[in-house]
Each structure stands twice: as structure tokens, then as C-alpha cells.
């Protein structure tokens, strides 16, 4: 299966070239290094062009998916090498073939970009043992789970009850302490999230992927007369 991948972690950049039949495409998506949120991150790309009949040299326009920015340049291809990749989606699972670059390191947690789905690597095996990282040229299996949205846990103040609901969200979105949300059809209004570390937050917000669970109350409207 020919697909782009994207590493958010990633220390470096590179490209993954997509082949069909004899004909050679730019990838979909690449890690670069954004001068506006001075980290690497994914940029979609705009334009591409492979300089050589080996399609080692990219010249591509790409913008950033976080800022939006554009980026325009030239990038050379490190070497690639294909490794087993089983994708779970809840309960269903399949396996592809992924290629990727021979000394990139691969850890746990790490985001990678298949086609146009988000997957969380969740597993690594190395020499028949599971590690917490490995290089690519070492890896004999990763293990990812779809990472297109997160479940997001929510407890509603009630009373002497609490209300429990999951919210599904991208990764991305933001959640802030004073912002409403809708739980089993009753406005609430967001007073401290926990994060994954089990950190109470009572102030600002956090992205849905860094939340352990959302603690609101019932917003109660008031009728004058």
C-alpha cells in the first residue's frame, strides 16, 4: 500500500514517495520545520515536483496544517524500508505494509499520517520483544490504533449525582475552563479538566488528546417575569 506518513514527534523531516506502476507521485503530506510555531509539523502538500528519475529530490510548496503557513523548498529523500503495520479501529483491525525512512526512530505515542487518517502508535516490536522506541531499520512490527478523534470523558456535577458522558473531538480541539457544552442535551459550562497526567487544570485549556476527563456543571436559566 502506497501511503505519505507524517511523524509528529519527528526530529527531522522527510518525504515518502507513493509508486504506481512506473510512474512516481509527490507525497500527500510531509514533517517540516514551521518558522511560525518554530516545531516541526504537518504540512500538506501544495505542490511537488521530483527533480530526478529516482525521486530522491523534491521541490515542493507546502502549507502548514496548526498556522497555515507556506513553505517552499527543496528536499532530499533519505532511504526507505517497509514494516509491517496492523491498524486498529475499535474493534477491527487490518494489516498494510508501510515504507519509512531506515533511521528515523519510532516511539510510542508518536502520531503517523496514513492517507488521510490520523493513527497512534501503540506498540512496537523489536527482535521478538516489545520496546518503547526503536529504529526503523530495526522494528520488526508496529502496532497503531486510528487517531481521526479522541474520547473525551465528562462528569456533570448534579447534586448529590453525577452525570457521566463521553464527548468525541479531534485531537486538536481545544477545550478551556467557561466554555459550554452540550452533555445528554443539558448546556454545562466547563469549571477544571484533569489531563492525562491526573494534573487538575482550573485555569486556561487543553487540547482534547491531553485530557483525561472534562468536569462541568448545569448551566440553570432563570426566568424573570
Known sequence: MASSIYKHSAVGNYLN??????????PSALSLYCERCDEYTLHRVVKGKLRDKNGKTLDVVARCTICGSIYKGTIKAPSLREVP????DRADSHRIRMELPEDEVIS????LLVEDDTILVTAIERDKKRVGSATVSEIDTIWAKLFNTVSVAVSVNRGARTLADVIEAVPEEEFYIG?????KNKNCVIHKIMDKNGRMVRRGGLMARDIKRIYAQIIHSHTSY
Do not use: K, P, Y
Request: zero cysteines; charged letters at 15%; aromatic letters at 4%.
Open 179 to 183: 466554555d459550554t457544552i452540550m452533555v
Open 17 to 26: 514517495q507513493s509508486f504506481i506502476g512506473d510512474n512516481m507521485q509527490a
Open 108 to 111: 510510542l505515542g508518536d502520531e
Open 85 to 88: 503495520l496492523i491498524i486498529s
